[in-house]
């Protein structure tokens, strides 16, 4: 317990006589209630928020003389004299308040005893960062992002083949955070347009970027699930928040080529982004031909030259100027080439009937939906 003793003399009828003022720590029941404990907005200008907060002191102990808030970071930043009081913050962070209560003593002769206590709020406030307005962001392509009626629910949707293998984007400016550590949480989920838990590749599809820094990527799914992902990041003031969904299939420059004159156009070979490997929808179903099988090639062209890879005899191996490859028509395929350091090495491919897989595009299971909600900010 501190005690500070002060001397001082009155005038008047008590002239003369010296006062000893004495300051002692004292136990003071009280308690702090806020109107709210945790306020969430969603300026991602930090420093120019207007969060206003109501205090009460709720006094357990009588004849109480003296009140004053103490309100670190906070405007303003003390009041006096009240049993209630508004304060404004404009930044995000957790907040504490304290109130300093006073009696006073003045039965003993020639001494006026101030008994001081400070109450410390129980549970600080917090002001945090959650995302409502998804439909502010800038994208690559906005005919990708679907923000819900509600703008705190996005879907980043894939329809169609990319023309190129680039990743979509999606990103935000955070300003006035004034060097300090953040603790990011955001909830996602990727979704299949058509399941097949058996053939979930483990590529990259999703990652999300403070600026340059990755935060973190996915590569395995579980199917249309909401997973929460925490991160901290130090010393960060203006920054973008940025999302890169990668596209399951992009254009390719190869093709598949046929040398019998019947079968036309040549078939288009899709990348699968990320993958190393190239996809191709043949439906010979319907095919115009007589001839019992099919042969066909692999062919690019790149700068006016042409190149054409085939098989290198028994096997799936693949080499430049090889054999062709041999199909039955009447049936539907789908064809699977593995690259290595971009080119041709081997291939399979699966027939309908004989395969739980699909053998068109349009059936495709690669196409997934990523969806994203709940993303908070906090100083921690």
């Given at each position: 317990?501190?005690?500070?003793?002060?001397?001082?003399?009155?005038?008047?009828?008590?002239?003369?006589?010296?006062?000893?003022?004495?300051?002692?720590?004292?136990?003071?029941?009280?308690?702090?209630?806020?109107?709210?404990?945790?306020?969430?907005?969603?300026?991602?200008?930090?420093?120019?928020?207007?969060?206003?907060?109501?205090?009460?002191?709720?006094?357990?102990?009588?004849?109480?003389?003296?009140?004053?808030?103490?309100?670190?970071?906070?405007?303003?930043?003390?009041?006096?004299?009240?049993?209630?009081?508004?304060?404004?913050?404009?930044?995000?962070?957790?907040?504490?308040?304290?109130?300093?209560?006073?009696?006073?003593?003045?039965?003993?002769?020639?001494?006026?005893?101030?008994?001081?206590?400070?109450?410390?709020?129980?549970?600080?406030?917090?002001?945090?960062?959650?995302?409502?307005?998804?439909?502010?962001?800038?994208?690559?392509?906005?005919?990708?992002?679907?923000?819900?009626?509600?703008?705190?629910?996005?879907?980043?949707?894939?329809?169609?083949?990319?023309?190129?293998?680039?990743?979509?984007?999606?990103?935000?400016?955070?300003?006035?955070?004034?060097?300090?550590?953040?603790?990011?949480?955001?909830?996602?989920?990727?979704?299949?347009?058509?399941?097949?838990?058996?053939?979930?590749?483990?590529?990259?599809?999703?990652?999300?970027?403070?600026?340059?820094?990755?935060?973190?990527?996915?590569?395995?799914?579980?199917?249309?699930?909401?997973?929460?992902?925490?991160?901290?990041?130090?010393?960060?003031?203006?920054?973008?928040?940025?999302?890169?969904?990668?596209?399951?299939?992009?254009?390719?420059?190869?093709?598949?080529?046929?040398?019998?004159?019947?079968?036309?156009?040549?078939?288009?070979?899709?990348?699968?982004?990320?993958?190393?490997?190239?996809?191709?929808?043949?439906?010979?179903?319907?095919?115009?031909?007589?001839?019992?099988?099919?042969?066909?090639?692999?062919?690019?062209?790149?700068?006016?030259?042409?190149?054409?890879?085939?098989?290198?005899?028994?096997?799936?191996?693949?080499?430049?100027?090889?054999?062709?490859?041999?199909?039955?028509?009447?049936?539907?395929?789908?064809?699977?080439?593995?690259?290595?350091?971009?080119?041709?090495?081997?291939?399979?491919?699966?027939?309908?009937?004989?395969?739980?897989?699909?053998?068109?595009?349009?059936?495709?299971?690669?196409?997934l939906d990523a969806s994203f909600r709940k993303l908070q900010l906090s100083i921690d």
């Amino acid at each position: 317990m501190g005690i500070f003793i002060i001397l001082t003399s009155c005038s008047n009828e008590l002239e003369g006589i010296e006062f000893i003022r004495v300051v002692r720590n004292t136990d003071i029941k009280a308690r702090i209630v806020p109107d709210s404990t945790l306020i969430f907005r969603s300026n991602r200008n930090n420093g120019q928020l207007n969060v206003p907060i109501t205090y009460k002191a709720v006094l357990l102990d009588q004849d109480i003389d003296s009140i004053e808030w103490i309100f670190p970071g906070g405007n303003p930043s003390s009041i006096k004299e009240s049993l209630s009081a508004e304060v404004v913050y404009s930044d995000y962070g957790s907040f504490s308040s304290k109130l300093v209560l006073t009696k006073v003593d003045t039965l003993n002769k020639n001494y006026i005893y101030s008994l001081k206590d400070t109450i410390e709020i129980t549970r600080p406030i917090k002001i945090a960062y959650e995302e409502n307005n998804w439909d502010t962001f800038t994208t690559s392509d906005d005919s990708q992002w679907a923000v819900l009626p509600n703008s705190k629910n996005v879907i980043i949707r894939e329809n169609e083949v990319f023309e190129q293998n680039i990743p979509f984007e999606a990103s935000a400016r955070f300003t006035g955070f004034n060097n300090r550590k953040i603790k990011f949480s955001v909830e996602y989920k990727l979704t299949y347009k058509n399941f097949y838990e058996n053939n979930v590749t483990t590529n990259t599809k999703l990652e999300v970027l403070i600026d340059d820094l990755k935060a973190f990527g996915v590569t395995r799914v579980t199917n249309d699930i909401y997973f929460t992902q925490d991160f901290f990041i130090n010393n960060l003031s203006d920054f973008d928040f940025t999302i890169k969904k990668y596209p399951a299939l992009s254009s390719s420059d190869w093709e598949i080529i046929f040398n019998n004159s019947e079968i036309e156009p040549n078939i288009s070979l899709f990348e699968l982004v990320n993958q190393n490997q190239l996809i191709g929808y043949l439906d010979l179903s319907n095919s115009n031909t007589s001839s019992e099988t099919l042969d066909l090639l692999l062919r690019t062209t790149i700068n006016g030259n042409e190149f054409s890879f085939g098989k290198t005899g028994i096997g799936q191996n693949l080499s430049l100027d090889g054999l062709p490859i041999s199909i039955t028509p009447g049936l539907k395929y789908k064809f699977l080439i593995t690259l290595d350091e971009g080119l041709p090495i081997s291939y399979r491919y699966l027939k309908e009937n004989f395969t739980s897989l699909p053998v068109q595009l349009e059936n495709n299971e690669y196409f997934l939906d990523a969806s994203f909600r709940k993303l908070q900010l906090s100083i921690d």
